[in-house]
C-alpha cells in the first residue's frame, strides 16, 4: 500500500539489531494523505482469531499512561496506584491521574487528585482537591474543580462542587458548597451552606439565584432571574420559587409561582406579584391555608400549621402583619363534626386589615362581609370570625368554635390576601 509500511509479527523491527519481534502482533507506518505531514505508526493484533481484543497490561500497582513521568511539564509526576492517565499536555507537573484509580481520559492540564477521580476531558479542571475526598467525577469543560466525595460537574466553566453528593450539569460559574444540590445550568446561580447542615437544595437553570441558609432543607429554585431562597438560622423545608425575577422566599413550605419581586411572609403561603413600589413583596396577591382540628365542645385560633398559635421563630403559624401594610381578605371556611351526627358547616368572609406603627394599630377596615351556612344538626350553635388582634400580635385572627359538636371538628381556612405595605 502505497504510504505504508508494515512489519510482521515474525520481523525483526528496522534499526532494532535484529531479534524474533513481537507475538501475535504487526508494526506498521502511515505516511500516506492525510498522515503525510505527522505520520501515524501503530500495532495490529494479528491473532489467527477472527475476532481479537487488546490490552495494555501494567504489573502489580502500576499506573497505565500516556507518558513517562519526568517531575518536568513534559511528563508530569508520579501518577497513583492502578490509575489510568491519557492526557498529553499539562503546564503544571500535578495535573496528572494522580489519585489511587484515578482516570484522565484527555484533554489540557487536568488534574484527578483524589481516589477514584475521574476526568473525561476539557482543560483545567480538577476533580478531588481537598484531602480526605473521593469518587468525584469531571465529565469535562473548562476551570470546573470538586471537592468532597461522590460529586459531579457534568461540563461547562468555571464551576465549583464543593461538598458531598452534588452535582452541576453545565452552564457557566455555578457553585454548590451544600451537601446533596443540585444546578442543572445556567450562569451565576449558588448553592450555600455550612457541610453537614442544607440538604438536597435544586436550582434547575436561570441566572444570578441563590439558595443560602445553614438548615435549608429541600428547597427549589426552577429558573428565572435573582431569585432568593433564605434560611438564616432558622431551619426550614420545602421552600419553592418556580420562576420569574427577584422573587424571595424564607418560609417553609412557601411558594412564589413566578412573577416579579414577590416575597413570602407566613409558611405555606403561594405568592404572585408583578413589580414592587419600593421594597420586594410590597404589592402582591398570596394564598394562604389554616386549619386546626378542635375537641367536642372546643375553640380556638386556626393557624398555618394546625398546631397552637406561635408568633415568631421558624415556627410562626399566624398571621402577623408588618407595619405600615393593609391587607384585603377573602376567606372561605368549612368545618366537619368526626363524630357519630357527622355536623357541618361553612362561611364565607370577605374584608380589610391594617397595621400602621405598632401592634395597637392593627385594627379591621370598615365592616367584614360574611355569609354562613349551617346544617344538619346542631352545628348552628358553631361560629367562625375574622378579628384584628390589636393587644398582643398585630395578626388577624380567624376564631372558631364548635360548642355542640358529638366529636372533634376538623376546621380548614383558605384566605386569599392582597398586601399593600409602605
Not at 502511515?30 to 498522515?35: G, L, S, V, Y
Not at 420545602?238 to 411572609?265: D, L, P, Q, W
Not at 374584608?351 to 365592616?367: F, N, S
Request: net charge neutral; aromatic share 6%; glycine share 16%.
Amino acid at each position: 500500500m502505497a504510504g505504508v509500511d508494515v512489519f510482521s509479527s515474525n520481523d525483526a523491527f528496522p534499526g532494532g539489531g535484529g531479534g524474533t519481534g513481537l507475538t501475535n502482533w504487526t508494526e506498521g507506518v502511515n505516511i500516506a494523505a492525510p498522515n503525510a505531514t505527522t505520520p501515524v505508526t501503530s500495532f495490529t493484533a494479528t491473532n489467527a482469531a477472527t475476532n481479537v481484543d487488546a490490552a495494555l497490561i501494567a504489573k502489580g500497582t502500576g499506573a497505565t499512561l500516556a507518558q513517562v513521568p519526568d517531575s518536568l511539564t513534559t511528563g508530569g509526576n508520579k501518577r497513583g496506584q492502578y490509575a489510568t492517565d491519557w492526557q498529553k499536555s499539562r503546564t503544571s507537573i500535578t495535573q496528572v491521574a494522580g489519585g489511587d484509580y484515578s482516570t484522565i481520559s484527555g484533554g489540557l492540564s487536568n488534574s484527578a487528585i483524589r481516589a477514584y477521580c475521574t476526568v473525561g476531558g476539557g482543560q483545567f479542571n480538577t476533580a478531588g482537591i481537598a484531602a480526605g475526598g473521593s469518587h468525584n467525577t469531571i465529565g469535562g469543560g473548562n476551570n470546573n474543580a470538586t471537592r468532597g466525595s461522590y460529586t459531579t460537574i457534568a461540563g461547562g466553566a468555571n464551576h465549583q462542587a464543593y461538598v458531598d453528593y452534588a452535582a452541576i450539569c453545565g452552564g457557566q460559574t455555578n457553585a454548590i458548597s451544600a451537601d446533596k444540590g443540585f444546578i442543572g445550568g445556567g450562569a451565576s446561580n449558588t448553592i450555600s451552606g455550612v457541610t453537614g447542615t442544607g440538604y438536597s437544595a435544586v436550582i434547575a437553570g436561570g441566572q444570578g439565584n441563590a439558595i443560602s441558609g445553614n438548615n435549608n432543607f429541600y428547597p427549589v429554585i426552577a429558573g428565572g432571574s435573582t431569585n432568593s431562597i433564605v434560611a438564616g438560622a432558622n431551619v426550614l423545608y420545602g421552600m419553592t420559587i418556580c420562576g420569574g425575577e427577584s422573587n424571595s422566599v424564607s418560609h417553609s413550605y412557601a411558594t412564589v409561582v413566578g412573577g416579579k419581586e414577590g416575597k413570602s411572609n407566613y409558611q405555606g403561603e403561594v405568592v404572585s406579584a408583578n413589580g414592587k413600589f419600593v421594597t420586594v413583596g410590597d404589592a402582591q396577591q398570596s394564598l394562604v391555608t389554616l386549619r386546626r382540628s378542635l375537641a367536642s365542645a372546643g375553640s380556638g385560633e386556626l393557624t398555618l400549621d394546625g398546631g397552637v398559635p406561635v408568633a415568631s421563630g421558624a415556627t410562626a403559624n399566624i398571621l402577623t402583619l408588618p407595619n405600615n401594610s393593609t391587607l384585603s381578605y377573602d376567606i372561605q371556611i368549612v368545618a366537619r363534626d368526626t363524630g357519630t351526627t357527622g355536623q357541618n358547616a361553612y362561611w364565607f368572609i370577605r374584608g380589610a386589615i391594617k397595621r400602621d406603627v405598632g401592634v395597637a394599630t392593627t385594627a379591621i377596615v370598615g365592616t367584614n362581609f360574611v355569609a354562613t351556612q349551617n346544617s344538619a344538626g346542631n352545628s348552628a350553635g358553631w361560629t367562625c370570625v375574622a378579628v384584628a388582634d390589636s393587644a398582643t400580635n398585630g395578626a388577624l385572627q380567624i376564631n372558631v368554635s364548635n360548642p355542640t359538636s358529638t366529636g372533634a371538628v376538623r376546621w380548614v381556612a383558605s384566605i386569599t390576601l392582597v398586601r399593600v405595605t409602605n
